[in-house]
């Protein structure tokens, strides 16, 4: 099956909703690949999988580590990877070899970066030169200590015209979508008619192009559950029931039975 491309997704502009979810892993992007058409791997992941406190520690050799085995795992949906903090935000010039490194080493065919305004003529910059980039707008956890924690954004006349004004300097600029995240639902859905660019929403709404989770959330295995995942698992509670039984089997002696050892033979 041929991967989804770039074009492809931007041709999905007010059409099909665009199916996206993070992936870290292998076997995770294995597994959630047939469904999606991108599978992000999300510098949430620092959280997720590393146990850190924020977005922020996150480095570029974990996200090319990660998006190398998400594109090893995966052969049907695009594949986004985020560019960390403190990777890009210095000049066109730094994102450019930042994101060329992940490419590189990771066979993905586009990245992700927070930011509206600023960052701008850094996806310009990019997209004149081969390098496809998704925009993120609105909540950008990145931005944590600038917006004093994980706040809707987008509520009142001033906050809906710099997330406006964010989102269109970043679509304008050249970006093939853009993430809206955290943002007051009717912003979320004008921004979607306004921007030229498939919107996809994660706390935004309905009627973007797409929507995208963190799959740990969605399955039912992460702890935090802000109020706008949907949990269509639980994994945290087969995982602890599996092994609540491989315990009671264990001090049982119940494990490993005859099929599970090996007999001496001749
Ligand atoms: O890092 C992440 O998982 C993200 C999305 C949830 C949009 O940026
Ligand atoms: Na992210």
Do not use: W
């Not at 609105?138 to 406006?164: E, F």
């Not at 092994?243 to 490993?256: E, G, I, L, N, Q």
């Amino acid at each position: 099956m041929k991967r989804v491309t770039v074009p492809a997704v931007r041709a999905r502009k007010g059409g099909e909703p665009l199916v996206m979810l993070t992936a870290y892993t292998v076997r995770t992007a294995q597994l959630l690949d047939p469904h999606c058409d991108m599978l992000l791997v999300g510098d949430s992941l620092g959280q997720v999988i590393y146990g850190l406190p924020s977005t922020l520690p996150v480095s570029l050799e974990m996200m090319a580590a990660h998006g190398a085995a998400v594109v090893r795992g995966s052969h049907h949906a695009l594949v986004v990877i985020d560019m960390p903090f403190g990777s890009y935000e210095r000049s066109p010039e730094q994102a450019f070899d930042s994101a060329a490194r992940l490419l590189k080493e990771t066979g993905a065919a586009a990245v992700k970066l927070e930011g509206g305004v600023a960052m701008a003529p850094t996806v310009a910059f990019l997209s004149a030169r081969g390098i496809p980039v998704m925009g993120h707008v609105g909540l950008t956890p990145q931005a944590v200590n600038q917006l004093g924690g994980h706040r809707v954004q987008g509520r009142g006349d001033a906050a809906a015209a710099r997330v406006t004004a964010d989102a269109r300097s970043i679509a304008e600029a050249g970006a093939f979508a853009l993430v809206i995240e955290g943002v007051v639902e009717p912003l979320a859905r004008t921004l979607t008619g306004e921007v030229a660019c498939p919107t996809i929403g994660i706390g935004a709404s309905a009627a973007c192009d797409g929507q995208v989770l963190v799959a740990e959330d969605m399955l039912g295995l992460f702890e935090r559950t802000p109020r706008f995942v949907r949990r269509y698992g639980r994994m945290a509670e087969e995982i602890g029931e599996a092994a609540a039984a491989y315990a009671a089997d264990v001090r049982s002696r119940a494990f490993p039975g005859e099929a599970e050892i090996y007999p001496a033979g001749d």
